[in-house]
């Protein structure tokens, strides 16, 4: 049965990517995705080769024919938007500034506007030493990455159904927005990377409330747990009040930092305790029932 995993973190700088990047060298049988598609960087430690580039269009942007249009500033006239005005003997759009609500086009007594679809990024099919890998990079100041995150998802989905892979496992996004509800949605465990600080719990909270809202299976990793106890303690106890499993505690080193130089996956550059803790977290999720083991059992 088909398992998808999705890691999320509240915050950004939580140390989500370098997680995920473990679980790529750690489990097997798996097609991995980076679904923070606005700053997509765990390509960095994956060391991608390109297989498939296709192009993501979404949203649509007017464009005034100028060897057919009358001149007659109808369009302009409608537009609450303001994005079409007068250049010379014709009237032109702002790209910029256009919605994409086509009301120019409907109104246009010649019929000369046409609403063209925008292109607003790319999304790749990647091949890693870890196994397949889907990414995306979503065009400057472009809208719709959830629609994006929701394209790669489904991409990554068919490689695990054709290739009989037992997981997916997700690299979301940060915060709470579009994208991240795009990224968890329909997901059989989410895996909450936070860190002992007090933006960190209380982004946390929020997360978890998204969790349960779509009646997803959550766990936390306390990342960098000793830089603060106290605050881990904090994390342990919410974990209890909200009936959420705490799958690990992994301690703060300097070498992570330093294993970034060399762009591949932490466990992989590092016998210590971190990594040991890492391993530690992959085992639990690997044995434990996920949202579909339990409604199935």
């Given at each position: 049965?088909?398992?998808?995993?999705?890691?999320?973190?509240?915050?950004?700088?939580?140390?989500?990517?370098?997680?995920?990047?473990?679980?790529?060298?750690?489990?097997?049988?798996?097609?991995?995705?980076?679904?923070?598609?606005?700053?997509?960087?765990?390509?960095?430690?994956?060391?991608?080769?390109?297989?498939?580039?296709?192009?993501?269009?979404?949203?649509?942007?007017?464009?005034?024919?100028?060897?057919?249009?009358?001149?007659?500033?109808?369009?302009?006239?409608?537009?609450?938007?303001?994005?079409?005005?007068?250049?010379g003997e014709?009237?032109?759009?702002?790209?910029?500034?256009?919605?994409?609500?086509?009301?120019?086009?409907?109104?246009?007594?010649?019929?000369?506007?046409?609403?063209?679809?925008?292109?607003?990024?790319?999304?790749?099919?990647?091949?890693?030493?870890?196994?397949?890998?889907?990414?995306?990079?979503?065009?400057?100041?472009?809208?719709?990455?959830?629609?994006?995150?929701?394209?790669?998802?489904?991409?990554?989905?068919?490689?695990?159904?054709?290739?009989?892979?037992?997981?997916?496992?997700?690299?979301?996004?940060?915060?709470?927005?579009?994208?991240?509800?795009?990224?968890?949605?329909?997901?059989?465990?989410?895996?909450?990377?936070?860190e002992p600080?007090?933006?960190?719990?209380?982004?946390?909270?929020?997360?978890?409330?998204?969790?349960?809202?779509?009646?997803?299976?959550?766990?936390?990793?306390?990342?960098?747990?000793?830089?603060?106890?106290?605050?881990?303690?904090?994390?342990?106890?919410?974990?209890?009040?909200?009936?959420?499993?705490?799958?690990?505690?992994?301690?703060?080193?300097?070498?992570?930092?330093?294993?970034?130089?060399?762009?591949r996956p932490?466990?992989?550059?590092?016998?210590?305790?971190?990594?040991?803790?890492?391993?530690?977290?992959?085992?639990?999720?690997?044995?434990?029932?996920?949202?579909?083991?339990?409604?199935?059992?």
């Open positions: 049965m088909l398992k998808q995993i999705v890691v999320i973190s509240g915050k950004g700088g939580t140390g989500k990517t370098i997680f995920t990047a473990s679980l790529a060298s750690l489990a097997k049988n798996k097609v991995m995705v980076d679904c923070d598609v606005d700053a997509a960087d765990l390509h960095l430690l994956l060391a991608p080769r390109t297989v498939e580039r296709h192009e993501f269009r979404s949203g649509k942007t007017a464009w005034i024919d100028p060897s057919l249009c009358i001149a007659c500033g109808e369009c302009a006239e409608v537009c609450r938007f303001d994005a079409i005005s007068e250049s014709d009237f032109e759009v702002n790209s910029l500034a256009c919605e994409g609500c086509g009301l120019c086009a409907r109104i246009c007594p010649v019929e000369v506007i046409e609403m063209k679809e925008n292109l607003c990024g790319e999304w790749y099919l990647s091949e890693t030493a870890y196994g397949p890998f889907v990414h995306a990079k979503l065009g400057i100041a472009q809208e719709n990455s959830g629609k994006l995150v929701a394209c790669v998802r489904e991409a990554a989905k068919g490689i695990a159904q054709s290739r009989s892979l037992e997981y997916v496992i997700i690299d979301g996004p940060p915060g709470i927005g579009c994208p991240v509800l795009a990224s968890l949605t329909g997901t059989d465990l989410a895996v909450i990377v936070t600080t007090l933006s960190g719990i209380h982004d946390a909270r929020r997360v978890l409330e998204l969790t349960r809202h779509f009646r997803i299976p959550a766990g936390i990793v306390i990342n960098k747990w000793d830089i603060n106890p106290e605050k881990s303690r904090e994390i342990e106890t919410l974990c209890a009040e909200e009936g959420v499993s705490l799958l690990g505690r992994i301690p703060f080193s300097k070498q992570v930092a330093a294993s970034l130089i060399q762009a932490y466990v992989e550059t590092a016998q210590d305790d971190v990594a040991d803790a890492i391993r530690a977290v992959w085992n639990k999720i690997d044995s434990e029932p996920t949202g579909k083991d339990r409604r199935s059992s």
